[in-house]
Structure formats: C-alpha cells, structure tokens
C-alpha cells in the first residue's frame, strides 16, 4: 500500500500528467475519432460510393463488436450486408467485401499485379514477421520464395515415402483403439497425423505425436490457443508484445494463453537455434529440411534472425495442421453418415489400390475421379480460411461489373464499381461456397457435383473453390495438404472405416458457425467423435 501510495504519487506529480491534461488528451482522442468518423462518410472519401451501412463506413466499432466481442461474427453480418446492398458492400471505412466469385482472380491476382494484405487484417496474427502477415507485396514475395519451393509437387514427392509411412501409423493407431469404449476425436487424431508430418519436413524430427500411447498432447490446443487471439490482437495490436513479455510469469497465466506463449517464446525458437548449430557443427541430415535449408539460403542475414525464423515456422506448422486435420474430419463425418458415398469411394480404391498397406503414389491417387470429387467436396465444406481475408491493388483501380437480384425483385440489375487502389478488397470463403447459382443444394455434401456426365473429374467449378485462396498469396502447402489427403483418406477408406462408427455427432459438429479466421463449429460442439468396433 505504502509502494502504491509512493508510486501514485510519484506519477501524479509529473508535471504533464496532471488530472486537467489528462481530460485534455481524451477529448482531444474523442474529437479526432468523431472527425475521423466524418471524413470516413464524408463524400470526399475515396470509398463513398461504395454501398454499405453508415456506421460500418464511419468506424470500425461494427466490425470490432461482431469479430471482438460476439467472436468471430461479422462474416454473417457481411452476408446481410450483401443481401441489402448487393455483390460489393463497405464492410469498415477502409475496406470493401464482394460477394461474387466471378472477381476473383481481379483481387486475388498473379501475374506480377501487386497484392498487399491490409494492415488491419495482419496485425491479428502473432507472427508478425511471417511472410503470411507480410502487408508489402515486394517484401511477402522476398520471404515467400525461398521457403515455397520446398512445397512444390517434385519436393512433395521425394518427401512421400515419410508420409506414406505415417499415413500407415495413423490407421494402426487408430485400429488400435478397436473394441475401447473411448470415443477419438477425429480432428484430433488426423492433427497428430499433419503434426508429425510437417515437424518432419520442417525440422527433421517430427512431434511423435502418433507414436505416442494416447492421442494427446498434440499441435491441436497451441494453435487454437494461437487463433483465438487474433480478432483481439487486429484492433490492440500492441497486446502482442504484453502477451509475450508474459512468459516471466507463465505458470500464473490460464493453461491454453501458457501454451501459447511457451509454443511461440520457447519451443520453437530453440528448435530454430538447434538448426543453426547442426549447420554450424557441420552434421548434415539424411534429407533436406526446410528451415535447415532457408538458414543456408541467401536470404540477407537480417531475414534469418531466430526471432524472424521462428515465426515462420510457427506460421508453417500451424497452417500445416489444422487445416487438414479439419478438412479429413468434415470428409469421415460425411462419409460416415453417406453410406451410398463411402461405398462408391470403396469401390473406386479397391481396383486401385492392390494393397492398402502400400498405396500407390499421389500422382496415381489424384488421378482416380470419385476420391478427387470427394477431397473437393471436403475442401468445399471445410472452407480453408472461413473470415475474409482481402487484398490491396496498390497500382491499379480495381473495376467490378455485375449484376444483382435485389431481395423481391423480379429484374437483375446492372452493377458497377471502382474499387480505388489502395483499399483493401476481399472476400469470404464461406459465403462464395454456398453460392447457389454455383453449387446447387449447397449445404449438401455431393460428390458428383464435381463430375461430368461420364463420371470424371469435372474441373470448371475449381475455379471458384477458394479453399486454397487464389494468386500470390495463395496456401504454398497446398500440394503437401492434397497429397496428404489423398493417402490418408485411401488409406482410412480401406481400413479404418469398415470399423468406424460416429459416437454422438451431429451435422452441427461439422457445419460453419463463426470464425477464429478457421471455421468454428456451435459452441459446445466437442467434434467429430467416433468409435472403432
Ligand atoms: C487443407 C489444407 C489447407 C488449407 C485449406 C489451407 C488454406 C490456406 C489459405 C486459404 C491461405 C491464405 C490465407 C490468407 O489469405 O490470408 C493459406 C495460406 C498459407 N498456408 Fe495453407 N492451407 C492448407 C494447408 C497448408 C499446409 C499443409 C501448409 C504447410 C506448409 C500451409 C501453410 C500456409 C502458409 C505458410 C500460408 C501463408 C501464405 C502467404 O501468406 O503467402 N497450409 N492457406
């Protein structure tokens, strides 16, 4: 009491800091939000034309109530938004939303047109120096280089006898458990699979979370940690650096906030530093590793700082896992409960595949129509990114032309804008996936919507599977996600679930509720659950 009295004392006798300049500085603050807010909805803003609520055009306390506090709400608020003002809306004062898959490649767009990502959305990741939260095109193209080329198709392939290899240990695991009355959590199991898989690649020595007795600890509660901080981390971005200054008094903190921090303060930089002094000793692994090979790259020294790196590879491995663990556990569920799909799938593998110990490679398996269709109707409903995520034309004005039914109208009508470079320009995975005029009965998981009338692979709707994302900054693992996918799927198809029952799930465990930038399920959904029998 008597440190507080000093210290309270001491701070109110700083001459600046007197109770009069205090109110000063507030009212000042509030003067320049509310003219802020002015200029924001004043006709001289670039983005006035663009339709929308006033108040989402004026400040961002709509997006800040929904995203912040509801929790990853706003994006159904944007489909509102969509419902009343057509395909293009002004979601907050210095970003736009389209609704309308035919303008995806304008915003999401290669071909040397520059795409930042906007400030606002990347300052909600904790890895601020990863090139997936690099805002400037020129230097996310810079970061992004070196470390894509590992995920190409040829690497994937030399790296396939591993995965295969644990594709394998996640069936035996996973037949292991026949006859428990424990029910798995399928997103849990598939995440140790992806873990392994991408510590691997990433570090040479995998998590050995599949060689492990139970099916925790896993990659699962870190990363959700990790995700669950950025709508709070996109609107107090210097909350950041309190939570990591954090790890001084860690064990006070809640259990998942500690694993966080000691996944991104401890763990990973010390598997960073382990690299670096394997490459200093000398010791050369049997295979290349990814960070093992960005460390001896010529990327200029102050990009290969431990601090930089590690965010990196936090960023790999957590887009590494979760994604597909999810997207696996949304394609059992539905297989599970489609008899009539899974026996089709079964069919197709069984001419395939001679023995389901040793698959065949990808390359084979991509190649086999109905399994293909199934992984694209698993990645439509499983979404990748569910929240926006936008991109800025910082050389172009971007010019949308469409058309729009408006609710009770009988006439589409014309619709253009010019989306000024400079602004942020986005869209939502989740409602271009449920787009009717494009998939039919949307919500339905059918298979044969990606074939022709010959049963094969039907690729003209790819285009609007934004799963992956498109353009430069599109998923650089993605050929690690399909590959692993398609062993792990023929594998399960084939021996795990003759054996696999669901335990108490419904289509609310696997249908899109909210955002944690990932797709959220209704609160008190415990996931897929199964059984083995
Ligand atoms: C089904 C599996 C996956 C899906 C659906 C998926 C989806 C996505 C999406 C939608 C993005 C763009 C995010 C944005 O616009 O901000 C992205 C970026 C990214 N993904 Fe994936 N991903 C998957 C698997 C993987 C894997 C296996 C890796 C591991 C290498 C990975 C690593 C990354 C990284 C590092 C980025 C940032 C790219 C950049 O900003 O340039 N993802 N992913």
Redesign the pocket.
């Known amino acids: 009491m008597a440190f507080e009295n000093t210290v309270l004392g001491t701070v109110a006798s700083l001459p600046i800091l007197t109770s009069r300049n205090i109110v000063f500085l507030a009212c000042g603050w509030i003067v320049y939000k509310l003219l802020r807010a002015l200029w924001n909805i004043s006709p001289f803003h670039p983005l006035s034309h663009i339709p929308g609520p006033k108040l989402a055009a004026a400040t961002y306390l709509p997006e800040f109530w929904y995203d912040a506090v509801k929790f990853g709400r706003y994006t159904r608020v944007i489909e509102k938004m969509h419902e009343v003002y057509g395909p293009i809306v002004r979601v907050n004062p210095d970003e736009v939303h389209c609704n309308d898959a035919q303008f995806v490649d304008e915003i999401y767009a290669v071909g040397g047109r520059k795409r930042d990502?906007p400030l606002h959305q990347v300052s909600g990741s904790a890895m601020e120096h990863?090139?997936?939260a690099t805002p400037d095109h020129d230097h996310?193209r810079i970061r992004?280089a070196p470390l894509a080329k590992f995920?190409s198709k040829n690497q994937i392939a030399k790296l396939e006898p591993q995965l295969q290899l644990l594709t394998q240990r996640l069936c035996d695991k996973l037949l292991a458990w026949s006859g428990k009355d424990e029910p798995i959590n399928t997103q849990m199991a598939y995440s140790c699979f992806?873990s392994d898989a991408?510590s691997d690649y990433c570090f040479g020595e995998s998590f050995g979370f599949l060689a492990r007795e139970s099916w925790e600890p896993n990659f699962r509660e870190p990363v959700y940690s990790l995700l669950q901080t950025v709508y709070i981390f996109r609107f107090f971005p210097f909350l950041k650096h309190t939570a990591m200054a954090s790890s001084w008094f860690i064990n006070y903190l809640p259990k998942d906030m500690a694993l966080l921090i000691r996944t991104l303060d401890t763990n990973i930089p010390n598997q960073i530093r382990k690299t670096k002094s394997e490459i200093d000793a000398g010791i050369v692994r049997d295979r290349p590793t990814v960070f093992g090979e960005l460390l001896k790259s010529d990327l200029p020294p102050s990009e290969k700082r431990t601090e930089r790196l590690a965010d990196e590879a936090a960023?790999?491995l957590s887009?590494?896992t979760e994604?597909?663990s999810w997207?696996l556990s949304v394609i059992t569920y539905h297989l599970l409960t489609q008899p009539e799909v899974l026996s089709k799938l079964t069919e197709e593998l069984r001419v395939a595949v001679e023995d389901p110990r040793s698959l065949p490679p990808w390359t084979a398996l991509e190649q086999l129509p109905y399994l293909w269709a199934v992984m694209q109707e698993g990645?439509r409903l499983?979404y990748?990114?569910s929240s926006r995520?936008a991109r800025v034309a910082t050389e172009e004005d971007l010019v949308y032309r469409g058309e729009w039914r408006p609710a009770g109208g009988d006439e589409a009508v014309k619709v253009e804008h010019v989306i000024p470079r400079g602004y942020g320009v986005g869209m939502s995975?989740v409602l271009i996936h449920h787009d009717e005029t494009l998939f039919p009965d949307s919500h339905a998981f059918v298979p044969e919507r990606w074939l022709d009338d010959n049963m094969q692979q039907n690729r003209k709707l790819e285009r609007y599977l934004?799963?992956?994302?498109k353009g430069s900054?599109?998923?650089?693992?993605?050929n690690?996600?399909l590959c692993?996918?398609h062993l792990a799927l023929a594998a399960l198809t084939l021996r795990v679930f003759p054996h696999m029952r669901l335990f108490e799930t419904t289509e609310d465990d696997v249908k899109y509720d909210h955002d944690m930038f990932v797709p959220l399920t209704k609160d008190g959904s415990k996931g897929v659950r199964v059984l083995i029998v």
Request: include cysteine; proline fraction near 3%.
């Open positions: 990502k990863s090139f997936f996310h992004r995920f992806t991408i960023s790999v887009g590494g994604t597909v997207t990645l499983s990748g990114v995520t995975t934004l799963s992956f994302s900054r599109n998923c650089p693992g993605m690690l996600a692993e996918m």
